[in-house]
């Protein structure tokens, strides 16, 4: 049996679905971090079925340093605009604005390469591939330009 308070954590923690988090809880014995490992293979497994799906909305984003000398601008695109409203792709697109602002990507590519500014276990394309088992969606970083004073 799956115990409740166990089922809250894991679902607080990955924001992953009700049914997906008792499923890994069930593959893992109640073992947390199997759990864990369960789910993060089952989203790279939902990412990659949603690869080839049309991308036509999204949100352009733009981060500005506080000391206003960088700044950056991304275009990421998702498949609906109901996906592209919600706070959770909204924080994402913010998220890799401030990753291309911070670590000067030079285009799409490279940025898929880095690691993750805010969890240096990921890459940008781990948090593509978690964000688009999240939402259900295929998710595409179009593209990218990083201003800076004197450069």
């Known amino acids: 049996?799956?115990?409740?308070?166990?089922?809250?954590?894991?679902?607080?923690?990955?924001?992953?679905?009700?049914?997906?988090?008792?499923?890994?809880?069930?593959?893992?014995?109640?073992?947390?971090?199997?759990?864990?490992?369960?789910?993060?293979?089952?989203g790279l497994e939902k990412a990659a079925k949603k690869k080839d799906r049309q991308t036509s909305q999204g949100l352009v984003e733009s981060y500005i340093h506080q000391n206003g000398r960088v700044g950056a601008l991304v275009e990421v695109l998702c498949e609906t605009d109901f996906v592209a409203r919600t706070d959770e792709f909204k924080h994402f697109v913010h998220e890799i604005c401030m990753q291309v602002a911070a670590m000067k990507p030079k285009d799409v590519p490279a940025l898929l390469k880095q690691e993750y500014i805010r969890d240096g276990s990921k890459t940008i394309e781990s948090l593509i591939k978690e964000t688009i088992a999240k939402l259900g969606e295929n998710i595409v970083v179009k593209r990218l330009q990083r201003f800076g004073i004197g450069e």
């Open 1 to 42: 049996m799956i115990g409740l308070e166990l089922l809250r954590k894991l679902r607080n923690e990955t924001q992953a679905g009700i049914a997906d988090c008792r499923r890994a809880l069930e593959e893992s014995n109640n073992d947390y971090k199997k759990a864990l490992v369960w789910l993060r293979a089952h």
